[in-house]
């Protein structure tokens, strides 16, 4: 949660204890997770919500619609509900992000980003990930991005920790030495 408001942290804290009553976590945290989606894919949406000038009932109002549109209905809803009365909707990014950490924690998982300059078989994504959960000892959920700008090797995001074994790294490292060098 390192960044994220202390009011989102205490939000996704307090929901996160719902969900742990009723053994729910994930099922709430995809809740959560596509209401934020729907209102970061849609700016007008996004920039309604946040803004303190709009009146909290019209958001209210906003909101409901959005939920019947989708069809989302208990506690979630409710939650979601609560964050507009509250004028607290605008942070429901940083309540996802504190939320998921929070059941990533309790659960035993580790979110993996890996970036490489070329596609990688199953079998080599799969020893990643088996080599990933031995460093952490958590069950791991692998991103893989391709990026051509690293021209060969491998970064590897866990959690904030970050390991860069491209080759654009390399050269840019040796590039400082030989300009400190001159």
């Known amino acids: 949660m390192i960044?994220?408001?202390?009011?989102?942290?205490?939000?996704?804290?307090?929901?996160?204890e719902i969900a742990e009553e009723e053994k729910q976590f994930e099922k709430y945290y995809h809740e959560l997770q596509s209401f934020s989606e729907i209102v970061d894919g849609n700016e007008n949406l996004k920039e309604f919500l946040a803004n303190p000038i709009f009146d909290q009932h019209d958001k209210r109002d906003v909101v409901d619609a959005v939920l019947n549109k989708i069809g989302m209905t208990g506690i979630t809803a409710n939650f979601l509900?609560?964050?507009?009365?509250?004028?607290?909707?605008?942070?429901?990014a940083?309540?996802?992000?504190?939320?998921?950490?929070?059941m990533d924690s309790t659960l035993k998982k580790q979110s993996v980003q890996?970036?490489?300059?070329?596609?990688?078989?199953?079998?080599?994504?799969?020893?990643l990930k088996k080599g990933m959960e031995g460093l952490t000892g958590k069950q791991i959920e692998l991103t893989i991005e391709q990026d051509a700008s690293l021209l060969a090797g491998v970064v590897v995001r866990v959690g904030d920790i970050l390991?860069?074994?491209?080759?654009?790294?390399?050269?840019?490292?040796i590039r400082n030495l030989l300009g400190e060098e001159i």
């Open 114 to 127: 890996v970036k490489t300059a070329f596609p990688l078989s199953n079998e080599l994504s799969e020893r």
């Open 94 to 102: 940083d309540i996802v992000v504190c939320y998921r950490e929070l």
């Open 163 to 173: 390991y860069d074994g491209s080759i654009k790294t390399q050269l840019n490292n």
């Open 3 to 16: 960044g994220s408001s202390n009011i989102a942290k205490r939000y996704a804290r307090a929901f996160f």
């Open 81 to 92: 509900r609560l964050l507009a009365d509250k004028r607290r909707i605008g942070i429901l």
